[in-house]
């Protein structure tokens, strides 16, 4: 079953016109992560989330948004969708804080929302 | 800033053939991470490493941690249709840092 479920798979938006993407998740990890992934390459954190304490990249555009509401959800907003922002975008987790598997670093993924701007 | 190098960029094989891909860094790590990549869909863990020097399996996949720790190798015997996809190496300073990704070994096996 899947741990790390994102929705949609597919969502095709228009110029300029604002886009949720969502993530949730069953593993009841504190950490919740939004990548930015363009044709084959390496996945680029966009920000996360430690619990409540949002933690933006540096390089990130405000275009992009982050609510994460509960520990189950995270959500991406993306204000004004330029073409430039077609992209794969993955969601991850991981566990943090007093548990055996904070120690592994793992990040755990889901199928990523194929995000198409026209 | 912290850089991994992946290489091969791209691996054309034939099914049976062994694989091997490696990562190095200007940084030392304390964990590398491997994952693969169908077409579509997000990466998936394969081998996780902790230690120098520690050399894991999984299946037809070996992982090892370099000595050093800045570099780690990931090899794949009797390759399979199935093992096409993208492979990326991940390390990691220590849990305060995030991951840095290598660019990712896509792996094509010739028919």
């Known amino acids: 079953d899947a741990m790390v479920i994102q929705n949609p798979r597919y969502q095709v938006t228009q110029f300029g016109k604002p886009v949720t993407l969502s993530c949730s998740q069953t593993?009841?990890?504190?950490?919740m992560y939004w990548y930015q992934q363009k044709s084959s390459q390496a996945p680029k954190l966009l920000f996360h989330y430690y619990d409540k304490d949002f933690n933006n990249e540096a390089d990130t555009p405000d275009n992009f948004q982050s609510r994460r509401p509960n520990t189950s959800f995270c959500f991406l907003d993306i204000r004004s969708p330029g073409l430039g922002d077609a992209a794969m975008y993955l969601c991850a987790t991981r566990a943090r804080g007093g548990r055996a598997e904070v120690a592994k670093n793992i990040q755990y993924f889901g199928a990523g929302t194929r995000l198409s701007v026209l | 800033g912290q850089q991994l190098n992946q290489s091969p960029q791209s691996m054309f094989i034939q099914e049976g053939e062994d694989v091997s891909m490696n990562c190095t860094s200007s940084s030392i790590f304390n964990t590398w991470l491997w994952y693969k990549q169908d077409p579509g869909e997000g990466p998936v863990l394969l081998i996780a490493?902790?230690?120098a020097g520690e050399l894991t399996s999984n299946g037809r996949l070996t992982a090892q941690f370099g000595i050093t720790r800045k570099d780690s190798f990931l090899n794949i015997s009797a390759s399979i249709p199935s093992d096409v996809g993208i492979y990326f190496c991940a390390g990691q300073i220590d849990s305060n840092y995030q991951l840095i990704w290598g660019a990712g070994t896509k792996l094509i096996i010739k028919p």
């Open positions: 593993l009841n990890h504190n950490v």
């Open positions: 490493l902790y230690k």
